[in-house]
């Protein structure tokens, strides 16, 4: 009686939730050029892939965890995206939203793929097997008047399995309620992470990602690499050309309508703006395309400096403006 009773709440539950499938074809997108890095996760769909976003990309899964499948329950793939349909048939227990619960549906097979493999024989085999996240995330702990430092990373690994920027954020920001220092094992890459708007120093204190990589400095290892280890100084070796900073080429100028900026690496995302002889910042444009084209009409006759920052490595160039 009680396990019906609780199966009957896991289906209303779900009939609250938006319906998700495990593949979303509208993720796909194999332009997106995803690092050749094996840090594999272990899609809802049953499949291993590389990393993280191959698994999206290429995949159009929708949810994974880390490590290689073995198409058993003890994957602890979370079903919580998944939707069993509006049926009140007890099916087993699963991880559902970060818990172990009495799942209830229409049955294991959505969109050609049978979930059945995760489901375990026991609440206690569940729980035994899988790291429960409901407790680990305690929105309770947000507190606004807490500034975090957030362009010095130390990185920490969370009980949710994820590595986080620092304590600081950890706790107030992503509301994790355990930790321990350093970033999780086997967390190299995730493109998450990255954010080429982020403050990043201008300062040059390389280090040398897992991904064998050479960055400016750490903040830009974390937001432009995406990357959460790495060592102090640069790489001896890199599998990849290290990164240098980019040689602008600015035509035409003097310019009075629309500018083509270029001359950088394009396998990373590149932060351009246009700063006036006051320091203000009068336009701003992200790219990962070879070049950008800025629209520069309008903006008063005179001299300006175009900035850009990629992986953390400065370029400037003058640009004058024409009436």
Known sequence: MKHA?????????????????????????????????WAPVCGC??????????????GGVTSWVDGECTGTATDCVDL????????????????????CTYLSGCGWEVDEVDYSVYSFASMEDCQASCPE???????????????????DPAP????????????????????????????CPGDCYDEDRIDATAPCPFNYDPVCGCDSITYSNACTAWYAGGIAQWTLGPCETSSVSEWEAPQLQVAPNPASD??????????????????GLDG??????????????????????????????????????QLFILE
Do not use: K
Request: charged share 10%; hydrophobic share 45%; proline share 5%.
């Open 45 to 58: 769909d049953g499949v291993t892939y590389s990393n993280d976003c191959w698994a999206t990309n290429y």
């Open 80 to 99: 919580g995206g998944v939707d069993f349909g509006l049926c009140d048939m007890a099916m087993g227990v699963v991880m559902y939203n970060g818990s």
């Open 156 to 183: 920490v690994c969370g009980c949710d399995s994820l590595s986080h920027f620092n304590d600081c954020v950890a706790t107030y920001v992503d509301f994790v309620s355990a930790f321990e220092p350093g970033a």
């Open 280 to 317: 203000q910042v009068v336009l701003e444009h992200t790219t990962q395309s070879a070049d950008a084209r800025l629209n520069v009409h309008g903006l008063a006759r005179g001299m300006y400096v175009i900035q850009a920052q990629q992986n953390g490595f400065p370029a400037v160039h």
């Open 133 to 151: 996240t409901s407790e680990c995330l305690d929105p309770s702990l947000a507190d606004p008047s807490v500034d975090c430092n957030t362009v």
């Open 258 to 275: 629309r500018v083509q900026v270029g001359g950088w690496h394009p396998a990373a995302p590149v932060l351009l703006r246009v700063v």
């Open 5 to 37: 009773l609780l199966a009957l709440m896991t289906a209303v539950l779900a009939a609250q939730l938006p319906a998700q499938t495990c593949v979303d074809s509208t993720l796909i997108d194999p332009t997106v050029a995803c690092l050749t890095l």
